[in-house]
């Protein structure tokens, strides 16, 4: 019973120190060594989703701001540590990932954080440690104009700038004066994909900035003594899910993706344009708007979502069917709603028979007028149904985080995969553009292309019932540091 109780005690020992220290006890893969290693000046992990980039940032930060770095010698602490991300939503990933890592003993009392909304600070999130280091978390978007974000950078001096997803030329600019006084280091982690890194291509191609590239392989998903995260089975199958226009990329971190003959949805089938009935289940109703003064460009869908019975393992997948569309061009917002409700009409549903209703950001229209929302919209719907003044249902606006657009498109293209996937005839507009939404030959997606205003109301719909990050309102918890 006493070797029991000294096991016992010895493994709540431990346990106790990888929860005050869990940075200590981690463990990373070649990938990750190479990058927590690399004494450049300035470096980049370029590899595919799923090998840990975010991870291996979290960990250099720390390390830095800690002065404790287990692969190369760092500037002794106090030191100013920088996280630039290209949005809030963003940076509120690697900011779990730094807390995920972050040795709770070592940062000053009294340290707020939660995991929906990241650590509390005064204007931007701020995590201070004991020795006086900083890690301020900053995003390109915390102001606006045509500088993306600098006049946010263009103050303060650092030690060390972590780069989380790619940053535009003049962003660049603006870090790299950040670091010049105190010869600091830059880092970027990043795959390549949504936004052009010709920029960052170059400076690696003329041996300014350190490439390490990754792809996700077993190998780079196995850390140090441990076993792999991801086997090769399961590699492949995350590699079959991804579009072929972009596969290279988001496996490989490559530069440049392929798209053959240009078409983004290849896996659009004629199968898929059926009047048929749709599988039998519970499915729910959404509408998705898209705002827009030229002809077609604006666009509503209307869908339903078979939603699958946690508690039955046959309820099936969920299965995605377009009922109907409505498109125009500019006109009146009384014009556009008694459209919808007249789609609404065609396959007998009410508008409180609708789960989900979403619509794009206010479009500002031309020099012609044409402006047009959700707050005019939702006022034309109540003066339609005679419904009182500030009543009726909510049109929520759609959650457009970086990558929203290419997320959306996945989560279209598996449903199509797994043949889940059925579009109405009558949906023509829509058809049509699933046929011919292309790539640019830059490699980059056509996002002012004509056939795109269809299915970005078709990602607003299908989005806020397949992802819950996509659904507002989302919930907030806070841990506190006492």
């Known amino acids: 019973m006493n070797n029991l109780e000294s096991i016992h005690r010895n493994l709540q020992e431990l346990k106790n120190q ?26 980049l992990l370029r590899g595919g989703n799923q090998i840990g980039k975010s991870y291996a940032g979290a960990a250099e930060c720390i390390m830095r701001a800690t002065g404790k770095h287990r692969f190369k010698p760092v500037t002794s602490p106090p030191v100013q540590v920088w996280v630039i991300c290209h949005s809030w939503s963003q940076s509120v990933e690697i ?31 701020v995590v201070s440690f004991r020795n006086g280091s900083i890690i301020r978390i900053k995003t390109t978007q ?6 993306k974000g600098t006049i946010a950078l263009a103050s303060g001096t650092v030690d060390f700038v972590l780069v989380d997803e790619p940053c535009g030329p003049l962003v660049w600019s603006e870090l790299v004066g950040r670091v010049l006084r105190k010869r600091g280091q830059i880092a970027i982690t990043m795959t390549p994909v949504g936004v052009d890194c010709s920029h960052i291509k170059k400076l690696c191609d003329d041996g300014i900035m350190k490439d390490i590239q990754a792809p996700l392989t077993v190998q780079n998903v196995t850390p140090r003594d441990c076993d792999p995260l991801l086997s090769k089975n399961e590699i492949d199958e995350i590699t079959r899910s991804y579009m072929e226009f972009d596969r290279e990329i988001r496996i490989s971190g490559a530069w440049e993706g392929y798209a053959p003959h240009g078409v983004i949805f290849k896996d659009f089938r004629p199968e898929f344009i059926s009047d ?47 009922l109907d569309e409505y498109q125009s061009g500019a006109a009146k917002a009384d014009t556009h709603a008694k459209g919808i409700l007249s789609m609404l009409k065609r396959n007998r549903l009410e508008p409180n028979n609708i789960f989900r209703w979403v619509g794009d950001r206010p479009h500002r229209g031309d020099k012609y007028g044409s402006r047009m929302s959700n707050k005019m919209l939702r006022a034309s719907f109540a003066h339609i149904l005679g419904y009182p003044p500030g009543s009726g249902f909510t049109i929520h606006t759609a959650y457009k985080p970086a990558f929203s657009v290419y997320y959306g498109i996945r989560a279209l ?40 205003h269809g299915i970005d109301a078709l990602r607003y719909a299908s989005l806020q019932i397949l992802s819950k990050e996509y659904r507002q309102p989302r919930k907030t918890h806070i841990k506190i540091i006492r």
Not at 113 to 125: D, M, Q, V
Not at 142 to 147: D, F, I, N, R, V
Not at 419 to 441: D, E, M, T
């Open 276 to 322: 048929a009935l749709p599988p039998t289940g519970n499915y729910q109703y959404a509408v998705g708007i898209d705002h827009g003064s030229q002809e077609g460009a604006q666009f509503a869908v209307l869908i339903a979502v078979r939603i699958p019975d946690p508690t039955e393992k046959k309820s099936g997948d969920y299965f995605l069917y377009v």
């Open 95 to 125: 900011q779990n990932r730094i807390w995920d890592l972050l040795p709770k003993n070592e940062v000053v009392e009294k340290t707020v954080f939660s995991p929906a909304r990241g650590f509390h600070g005064s204007g931007t999130p």
């Open 413 to 452: 293209h598996e449903l199509m995969q797994k043949n889940n996937f059925q579009i109405h005839p009558r949906c023509v507009g829509l058809i049509k553009s699933l046929r011919s939404w292309a790539i640019l030959k830059s490699g980059q997606l056509d996002k002012n292309s004509e056939y795109k």
């Open 142 to 147: 915390q102001t606006g104009g045509s500088s």
């Open 18 to 43: 990888v929860q005050e220290n869990p940075l200590q006890f981690a463990r990373f893969t070649p990938a990750q060594e190479a990058f927590l290693s690399c004494r450049e000046k300035f470096y």
